[in-house]
Antibody
């Protein structure tokens, strides 16, 4: 079964760092783009960025460029989303997603979604 | 880049058809045939319903269809069923990254 399994919920304080993970299984991890999508409480979906684990080619939405870092470790089929200094406004559900085409590109639709990681930032 | 524009709400009775629009610009929706649509039920992860404007993934009922004209894409749900009540989001490629619409809450009356 193709799936993305994300790390568990996090509660952090403003200014702290955080790295959440997304492990892919059931498919060739290096051959599909992996992205991250934010959903703030009660709000819509936001496209954050995407990485091709095969060569680490990474693209960011202008809104998230410089705010987060997306990476991947293909040896363990895991993608990451990290923050160096969290803000209260980072409180949201974060979904990792898979591009729908083998060897595709950043224009891919997202056909597999992780279960989501809830990040709460509060003092 | 601003989010793609969707109506906040739409509704229809069981058996009817409803169309949800998604308006962008020539730099996103109008410039590429990479528009996709997602369905999200409360508390659940979104599900891909349409990709590349009008293609349906395996398992998605053919009651769901997509189209595009100029800078506006549309999702049509025919033969509305109670389980179609959900939030729907469009998404488009925009050159080097993607973007989503603000979402439309579909109510089945």
């Amino acid at each position: 079964e193709v799936q993305l399994v994300q790390s568990g919920a996090e509660v952090k304080k403003p200014g702290e760092s955080l790295k959440i993970s997304c492990k892919g299984s059931g498919y060739s991890f290096t051959s599909y783009w992996i992205g991250w999508v934010r959903q703030m409480p009660g709000k819509g979906l936001e496209w954050m960025g995407i990485i091709y684990p095969g060569d680490s080619d990474t693209r960011y939405s202008p809104s998230f460029q410089g705010q987060v870092t997306i990476s991947a470790d293909k040896s363990i089929s895991t993608a990451y989303l990290q923050w160096s200094s969290l803000k209260a406004s980072d409180t949201a559900m974060y979904y990792c997603v898979r591009g729908n085409r083998y060897g595709g590109n950043p224009s891919d639709a997202f056909d597999i979604w992780g279960q989501g990681t809830m990040v709460t930032v509060s003092s | 880049q601003s989010a793609l524009t969707q109506p906040p709400s739409a509704s229809g009775s069981p058996g009817q058809s409803v169309t949800i629009s998604c308006t962008g610009t020539s730099s996103d929706v109008g410039g590429y045939n990479y528009v996709s649509w997602y369905q999200q039920h409360p508390g659940k992860a979104p599900k891909l319903m349409i990709y590349e404007v009008s293609k349906r993934p395996s398992g998605v009922p053919d009651r769901f269809s997509g189209s595009k004209s100029g800078n506006t894409a549309s999702l049509t749900v025919s033969g509305l069923q109670a389980e179609d009540e959900a939030d729907y989001y469009c998404s488009s490629y925009a050159g080097s990254n993607g973007m989503f619409g603000g979402g439309t809450k579909l109510t089945v009356l």
